[in-house]
């Protein structure tokens, strides 16, 4: 009787005529038939009757085929996935943390408790939202004898939150806590497909319970669609659209999914437009923000190909840019510098890349992606790659890139290396602040990172938005930067409107790069920006790659009235000679000194979290350059003898007597007929001399009768030469310019 009665029911809905998926409410099971493509209703209908049973055997199978594999394979799956990642404590961990604080059918609006009676703040909400810890609590069912309590479990939550929508007890704040806000309805839907097709073939997950989560996302999906109907700046908008394009091609059968599928490829090919930097870094200028955008393009170009869908040409050479782009700024450890709002591992000093690698190699098999991977994507992508991208695991080949020092010159990040063995050095500069949404930008404008010796020698570190010291850590104490008075560069600190710890600067420094160039002999970066200009002082910083060996960083700060200059360096250091040389050494005995070559009044360490960082200052000046030497050593025998005043570094001697120089605090480092000038107006060697318009800073390489002049500073400047007091030459000279000639003899 109640089979005779469904299929009534059906047959009654089977019967209107197509019309919209609803978006304010979740259809009924019985409903379904009725938004059906006329086709498909054809083919699967027996005289225009159609019952649950068969609607639910009809999308396993499609499934089956459609979905990233075949949901009857899991069993074997599963068993490779815990040999692999060997992480069933934490899955379980996770499990039942989220069991212990939200029953089966819980609240979806603030203000409500855990059930332990504490409070559930908005950032707990956001994650509620997201559901990613009910994929945990279907692999707890799965790993400890399929107790089928835990399928109830996600059944009874996803209906608690179809109940919420109808009675309109649900977050609302669209920039904030939104329940529905595409970024978490796209995750939701990730997370909820996964369980969807790992639980199909399980006794406990009825027909009927496979057809509500049908309806479910059917209304997630109409939803996505009628809300993005524009584009909107920001990595949000691509996971909902994403996830939308899923939708739209495994529900293909559904009136209104081609609209679906349309809408989300052209959000998502604006987003690869307009967010892809033409330098392959994503906008936000974050690694973290970089990598998660690699994942949502990821999983709707893999479906798309999976079911045989054509995708643009220009998809696929922008996501292949998007890993490239990776190794380009990758440590030659493998690892990433930490970048912008990175919030994998707080206070961690590198980013593993590793997994976003070895995806990258699965799609493209190229092998410098394969020099980074491991066997192993991240455990949430091993859930939709595909049988042969599984079987590739075991197979991988590497080749170790060759880039050197680069610029990536629309996101303005400066790499300065060395090379691409595990101790080789590398620096990378921060030069950029995106226009249209720089929400993710820490106060480090011009601010470095460096690594040796395999230690991130000059870190910057990664933030958890929940965490009381996100803001401090978001700004510029926290960096390696140059700095004035009490002032730091992020101001007019916002936090986002739900309360989730979220936060922004209202002002940042606008940059002002003015030159880079890379030779044989070293690489140079001269840029500036205005974070002082409130306080009426004009800032640059110049960086130099010497022989890619060390490093000298020139701070130059101007200003009508006085001030106490500051550079503010991360690590770990003690005094040795002064505040004038400080060092750091790791559990290796290798380590770096940071020696200024002015003299400098104070240095004072402090810290938080673990973490220590040491402000060296000049006070009561109006005019003034830090010129220093970052200096990277391996053994204690390397490092600066601080106990002789007198410095080399790699065999170039500071002021080299056979080299006359004059200027305020000049300085010189000289190494056979090659020199690196710093302040000077005047130089002279041997029967040549060089005279400047204003004090600058220059490269000299004379070789016989070749003369190369290498513009250092940050401002154009007019020189003067003359040879054996006969041959007289006159040039304006640009920061980053090469003047070459032959002197007369």
Known sequence: MKVSICLLCF??????????????????????????????????????????????????????ERFFYDYHTIEQRLRHYNALYKNEHDHKKRALDHLEKYADSTQWVLPFNYQNGQEVNAYALRHLARQHKMSDIILLYFNEGKDP?????????????????????????????????????????????????????????????????????????????????????????????????????????????????????????????????????????SVHYHMSDINNYFYAYQLAKLNEIQVPQDWTLKLRGLFSTLVKVAYPDKSAPVLQDDTEIPWAEKNDISGAMTLGYLLFEDPELGYFATNKVDDSMYWFL??????????????????????????????????????????????????????????????????????????????????????????????NVALIDNE??????????????????????SPNVIAWSTTEDFDLFVGGHDGFENAGVAYTRQVLFVDRNFWIVKDNFSSESVHEYKQVWQGHY?????????????????????LQLTKVDTVVSSGARGKNW?????????????????????????????????????????????????????????????????????????????????????????????????????????LNITHKNATKRKKEIAPGEVWEFTLKN
């Open 11 to 64: 047959s009654f809905f089977l019967c209107l005529s197509a019309q919209q998926l609803p978006s304010h409410k979740v259809l009924k099971t019985e409903e379904l038939p009725a938004f059906l493509k006329k086709e498909v209703k054809n083919k699967i209908g027996i005289d225009g009757k159609l019952t649950e049973a068969q609607l639910a055997t009809y999308f396993r199978e499609k499934f089956s």
């Open 149 to 285: 309590k835990y399928i109830r479990y996600f059944e009874n939550q996803m209906r608690s939150l179809n109940a919420a929508l109808e009675a309109g007890k649900y977050e609302k704040i669209e920039d904030g806590n939104g329940v529905y806000e595409v970024f978490r309805s796209g995750y939701r839907i990730l997370n909820w497909l996964w369980i969807h097709n790992m639980i199909l073939n399980e006794p406990e997950y009825a027909d009927k319970d496979q057809l509500t989560t049908i309806a479910t996302l059917l209304q997630h999906g109409q939803h996505l669609y009628e809300r993005n109907d524009t584009f909107k700046w920001g990595n949000h908008q691509t996971r909902g659209m994403s996830a939308l394009v899923m939708l739209a091609i495994l529900f293909s059968d559904f009136e209104g999914t081609d609209l679906w599928y349309e809408r989300a490829m052209q959000r998502l090919g604006e987003h690869l437009d307009r967010e892809i930097n033409d330098d392959g870094f994503q906008f936000e200028r």
């Open 386 to 479: 595909s049988q042969s991208q599984i079987q590739l695991l075991e197979n991988m080949q590497g080749k170790k890139p060759t880039y050197g020092s680069l610029a990536l010159t629309d996101t303005h990040y400066y790499v300065m290396r060395e090379g691409w063995n595990v101790n080789d050095k590398m620096m990378v500069i921060s030069a950029g602040l995106d226009e249209m949404k720089p929400d993710h930008q820490h106060g480090d404008m011009l601010g470095i990172q460096a690594i040796a010796n395999g230690n991130a020698i000059l870190p910057n570190y990664q933030v958890r938005y929940s965490l009381a010291d996100y803001e401090l850590f978001k700004n510029s104490k926290v960096k």
């Open 488 to 509: 730091l560069q992020g101001k007019q600190w916002t936090s986002n409107k739900g309360g989730s710890g979220f936060g922004k600067f209202g002002s940042l420094p």
């Open 574 to 594: 003690s005094y040795e000679n002064g505040p004038n040389l400080i060092r750091a050494t790791a559990a290796d005995a290798s380590g770096h000194d940071i």
């Open 614 to 718: 040491s402000v060296v200052s000049k006070r009561n000046q109006k005019n003034f350059s830090f010129l220093t030497v970052i200096y990277p050593y391996r053994g204690y025998s390397n490092r600066l003898d601080e106990t002789n005043n007198k410095f080399t570094f790699y065999d170039w001697e500071v002021n080299k007597t056979d080299l006359k120089i004059a200027g305020h605090n000049a300085i010189s480092f000289g190494k056979d007929n090659r020199f690196y000038c710093f302040g000077v107006r005047t130089l002279q060697f041997e029967k040549l001399k060089i005279q400047t318009s204003s004090e600058t800073d220059l490269f000299i390489e004379l070789i016989d009768t070749e003369l190369r002049i290498h513009a250092l500073g940050p401002e154009n400047t007019i």
